[in-house]
């Protein structure tokens, strides 16, 4: 984003029922090395016992509370020279899933950083072969679905023993073809929201694949976005976003009615600075990486 679009949209942008408040209710973390700090955080989940796994670029995978308080549990994948993880995600029984983006790996933790078993590690285009991983999700039958950028624009769905069941997309700006993939989440109706970065929407899919709908454009204005990198659900059905080029979070219906937006580009409390990451709570708080501030903000929207 130029620095005249950065400035045009300065302004926090708060809407939609209940009023939420501009500021955040909580706000947490800094700049540093050490274990509980960040250096430019950059994905998030969270697990069944509300707690958040941070990583960040440094290559360490944190956990702490929904309080921002640190659970003495850190880790890094074993060799990050290439790059760092670029995806987390939680399996319904409590694992961590690491998208080892530039190994082509997908890794799986428990809750105390010991790997369990992984998935992948060979790089190229066949079925079963992984480019850049972006992230892995799993839907309630025990399905995952991996996203990938770069030289595959896909997404990968395998069965719960890890065999490939279904391979679609391409890239381009069509319906079905991917920009950019960065982040999915499965939806309370069983269909996957997948946040087409570069193409400045989210589009959403069927359990086998099959296109439903397109939520989004390129814009400012609510129901747009600019780089959404980030998806998750709240308890009431409602997708929120976070969008890297606008500095905000939006609140959307299931059909893309924008009902709330929150944030604005800067350094100040309830301001964000290139935001790539959220993860929604179990009391509906949402946790927002705000990347570049090297600092995590919650709110309720």
Not at 125 to 154: K, L, M
Request: glycine residues 12%; charged residues 25%.
């Amino acid at each position: 984003m130029s620095r005249r679009a950065f400035l045009a949209s300065a302004a926090v942008v708060v809407a939609g029922c209940g009023g939420p408040s501009a500021e955040p209710d909580l706000v947490w973390g800094k700049r540093g090395v050490v274990n509980g700090d960040f250096i430019r955080p950059r994905a998030v989940t969270i697990v069944p016992g509300d707690r958040l796994y941070i990583v960040d670029f440094t290559a360490r995978i944190q956990c702490y509370d929904t309080d921002g308080k640190y659970q003495n549990i850190t880790w890094q994948t074993p060799d990050f020279r290439n790059g760092r993880p670029s995806g987390l995600g939680a399996t319904r029984d409590g694992k961590v899933i690491v998208a080892d983006s530039h190994y082509h790996t997908i890794r799986v933790h428990d809750a105390n950083g010991v790997e369990l078993f992984t998935r992948g590690g060979t790089a190229g285009p066949d079925a079963g072969q992984f480019g850049y991983i972006s992230d892995v999700v799993e839907d309630r039958h025990g399905a995952w679905y991996v996203s990938e950028f770069g030289a595959n624009e896909r997404i990968t769905k395998l069965d719960p023993k890890g065999d490939v069941k279904r391979v679609w997309g391409s890239h381009g700006n069509e319906q079905n073809q991917f920009n950019h993939i960065r982040a999915m989440a499965v939806g309370p109706d069983d269909n996957l929201y997948v946040a087409d970065a570069m193409n400045h929407r989210v589009q959403v899919f069927d359990a086998a694949g099959n296109w439903v709908r397109t939520l989004g454009k390129h814009g400012t204005e609510p129901g747009e976005f600019a780089y959404p990198y980030d998806v998750a659900f709240n308890s009431k059905g409602h997708l929120c976003v976070v969008e890297m080029g606008n500095h905000r979070v939006q609140k959307l219906n299931v059909g893309g009615e924008s009902l709330a937006m929150w944030g604005g580009p800067g350094r100040k409390s309830g301001q964000l600075y290139s935001p790539w990451g959220l993860a929604v709570d179990s009391r509906d708080r949402i946790h927002v990486l705000d990347t570049e501030n090297h600092r995590v903000q919650r709110i309720r929207l």
